[in-house]
């Protein structure tokens, strides 16, 4: 089964949904054309609704592509270490439910929770969204300010472990949401989950967002030798501020643990690699020609040598 293992939701509540999406800053008013624009709404969204919209969209480009399926994401709101929320932190939300929902319409669709393990529900909520069928735990610690590896979490990720789902970690820099503590981009801080038998698939490579962002790839790669169960995803590496986490994503070693991902909406073309000389000129011609955003991200992400099997892998660890 060919999986996309990170694409993202994105609504604002107009179809009943639940979810929200607020522009923070200057910069995010100027990104929010160009991701509707990306995903293929910006004119749809003004008829239907950004909820709808999207999820046609969405339907669409998987029906269309070379994908059997996408891992779906919900957005939990931050929390502090005592349990309080802080939604006003927060960029976006896309509840649970609503993602469960779409999955269980349309097997295209494989929903991934988000449980900030801070709530004190938190381990009643990842019951209840493993029974309803969610497939794996979704959470950015340098944004949802999760310290992954404090004590008091552990029941948490022992459940986790025992109910077997996956948790697709973000690590690196990050500029798309608000970071709340840049420390826990480190995947080092996910030592306690991987104790704890969570499998982990550390989202980008651990890899820069911005210039100025420690880059933790080889950190990650070296945590890898002492965790079997530690994986990695290669989503938004086509992209100008990502791409150099691809080479040693590479690495025939670093690549049998490897999972595809696009994080679409986010804009996903060839230019990076190309300059980087990671990807031919030929080959980034022919992306600038694929109009399917999933369908070009498989192609760059074949075109500059990740093999088959990043695609199916996914597949091989969700329950």
């Keep these: 089964m060919k999986i ?9 509540g107009s179809n009943g949904s639940g979810c929200w999406l607020r522009s923070h800053t200057l910069l995010d008013r100027i990104m929010e054309p160009v991701v509707k624009a990306q995903a293929g709404i910006l004119q749809a969204s003004q008829k239907l609704g950004l909820d709808r919209a999207y999820e046609e969209r969405l339907t669409r480009l998987i029906t269309q592509s070379s994908l059997d399926a996408v891992l779906l994401l919900a957005m939990d709101y931050p929390y502090s270490e005592d349990g309080n929320c802080l939604q006003a932190k927060a960029k976006f ?29 938190a381990i009643e909520e990842l019951e209840r969204c493993a029974n309803a069928g969610a497939k794996v735990l979704k ?17 948490f990720w022992e459940k986790l472990a025992h109910l077997g789902l996956p948790f697709l970690a973000h690590t690196g820099g990050e500029f798309s ?32 967002s911005g210039l100025r962002d420690p880059d933790y790839t080889t950190d990650l790669i070296q945590m890898m030798d002492h965790f079997p169960r530690l994986f990695t995803d290669n989503s938004a590496l086509a992209s100008p501020n990502r791409w150099r986490t691809i080479k040693p994503l590479l690495d025939p070693k670093v690549q049998a643990r490897v999972i595809h991902g696009s994080d679409f909406p986010i804009p996903s073309g060839g230019l990076g690699p190309w300059m980087g ?3 031919k000129a030929g080959d980034y011609m022919k992306s600038r020609k694929i109009n399917n955003p999933l369908e070009r991200d498989v192609f760059i992400k074949q075109a500059v040598g990740f093999h088959e ?11």
């Design 93 to 121: 939300y896309v509840p649970n439910d609503h993602i469960l929902s779409l999955a269980q319409a349309d097997p295209q669709l494989i929903p991934a929770c988000s449980i900030h393990p801070a709530r004190t529900d």
């Design 4 to 12: 996309d293992g990170h694409v993202h939701f994105v609504g604002d």
């Design 309 to 319: 099997d990043t695609f199916t892998r996914l597949g091989q660890l969700i329950p």
């Design 139 to 155: 959470l950015l610690p340098n944004c949802h300010l999760v310290n992954c590896s404090n004590p008091r979490y552990r029941p």
């Design 177 to 208: 949401v608000p970071v709340l503590d840049a420390s826990f981009a480190d995947p080092r801080i996910l030592r306690l989950p991987l104790e704890c038998g969570v499998t982990i698939i550390a989202a980008h490579g651990a890899g820069k």
């Design 277 to 279: 000389g990671l990807l």
